[in-house]
């Protein structure tokens, strides 16, 4: 049984920066997928960055490039998103997702992750 585990959430000042951590278990994700989205009060799930686990290749919203990097550990099977730079509009739940066929196309649709975590709360102030 697949486990996501997101921690690293928190209060930051604009301008500022966070750390989150995706730990993930049962299963090998070589060649999985492995996502970020995000979703504020009000508004739908939207897809924040990507890594391939086998490879590294990365993809990230237009929103985020060059502020948030994503990133994933092989031995300890953790994959983080660090975010620098932060605006009050990265306000939101953010959610790790894994998806076993690892296609690099389709990273940006919630739809096609299979494993979601349980969600780490991202508050930026002004």
């Known amino acids: 049984q697949v486990q996501l585990v997101e921690s690293g959430g928190g209060l930051v000042q604009a301008g500022g920066s966070l750390r989150l951590s995706c730990a993930a278990s049962g299963r090998t994700f070589n060649s999985y997928a492995m996502g970020w989205f995000r979703q504020a009060p009000g508004k739908e799930r939207e897809f924040v960055a990507a890594?391939?686990?086998?490879?590294?290749?990365?993809n990230y919203a237009d929103s985020v490039k060059g502020r948030f990097t994503i990133s994933r550990d092989n031995a300890k099977v953790t994959v983080y998103l660090q975010m620098n730079s932060m605006r009050p509009e990265d306000t939101a739940v953010y959610y790790c997702a894994a998806d076993p066929r690892g296609e690099i196309a389709v990273v940006h649709t919630a739809s096609k992750y299979v494993y979601w975590g349980q969600g780490t709360q991202v508050t930026v102030s002004s």
């Open positions: 890594i391939m686990w086998s490879g590294g290749r990365t």
